[in-house]
C-alpha cells in the first residue's frame, strides 16, 4: 500500500478516523491524503443536518453569496491544517473538495490519486436521513474498487 485516503467529515468522531489512518499509514510507510468534501452551499441550509457547526440556519439567499462559499472552503483547509498538525505529520497532503454528492466525489479522489486503502467513518443516521441523504459510507463500501478501512462511530460497552 502505498497511498492512503483519509476522508474526514466534522463529525465526532473525525478524529479517531483521522489518527486510525495516519496510524496505519505510518505502519506502512504509506503517503497520506486528507480529504473533506464540502458540499454544494445550499446543502448547508438544510436545518435538520449540520455538518459545519456554526453554519446551520443560514437562508436560500444568503448562501448564493460567494463570500460564505470561500469561508466554507477556507474554513475546511483550516481544519484540515489542524488535524495534520494534531496528526504531527508534516508530510501529509491535504485537500479540499467541493462536491454535491460525497461519496462520488470521494471515489473520483481515489481514481485521481491512484489511492490503495481508503479510511472513512461509520455514521448512525436516523433511517430517514440515510433515505434523504444516501450513506456515504455505504456507497463508497459498494463501488470502490480499493479497499475500504470503515472506523466505527459507535462505543460499545461491554
Given at each position: 500500500m502505498k497511498k492512503i485516503l483519509i476522508a474526514?467529515?466534522?463529525?465526532?468522531?473525525?478524529q479517531k478516523v483521522a489518527?486510525?489512518?495516519?496510524?496505519?499509514?505510518?505502519?506502512?510507510?504509506?503517503?497520506?491524503?486528507?480529504?473533506h468534501v464540502?458540499?454544494?452551499?445550499?446543502?448547508?441550509?438544510?436545518?435538520?443536518?449540520?455538518?459545519?457547526?456554526?453554519?446551520?440556519?443560514?437562508?436560500?439567499?444568503?448562501?448564493?453569496?460567494?463570500?460564505?462559499?470561500?469561508?466554507?472552503?477556507?474554513?475546511?483547509?483550516?481544519?484540515?491544517?489542524?488535524t495534520k498538525s494534531h496528526l504531527g505529520g508534516d508530510h501529509i497532503e491535504t485537500e479540499v473538495v467541493v462536491g454535491s454528492n460525497a461519496a462520488?466525489?470521494?471515489?473520483?479522489?481515489?481514481?485521481?490519486h491512484d489511492i490503495d486503502l481508503v479510511v472513512v467513518g461509520s455514521h448512525s443516521h436516523r433511517w430517514m436521513e440515510d433515505v434523504l441523504l444516501g450513506?456515504?459510507?455505504?456507497?463508497?463500501?459498494?463501488?470502490?474498487l480499493v479497499p475500504v478501512l470503515v472506523v466505527p462511530s459507535k462505543r460499545h460497552s461491554l
Open positions: 474526514v467529515d466534522y463529525g465526532p468522531t473525525a489518527e486510525t489512518g495516519y496510524a496505519l499509514g505510518k505502519k506502512l510507510t504509506a503517503e497520506v491524503l486528507l480529504l464540502v458540499s454544494e452551499p445550499t446543502h448547508y441550509a438544510y436545518n435538520a443536518y449540520s455538518p459545519i457547526m456554526g453554519f446551520a440556519g443560514y437562508s436560500g439567499a444568503d448562501l448564493m453569496d460567494a463570500e460564505l462559499t470561500e469561508s466554507l472552503l477556507h474554513g475546511s483547509e483550516q481544519y484540515l491544517q489542524k462520488d466525489t470521494i471515489l473520483k479522489a481515489i481514481r485521481k450513506n456515504v459510507t455505504q456507497k463508497i463500501l459498494r463501488e470502490s
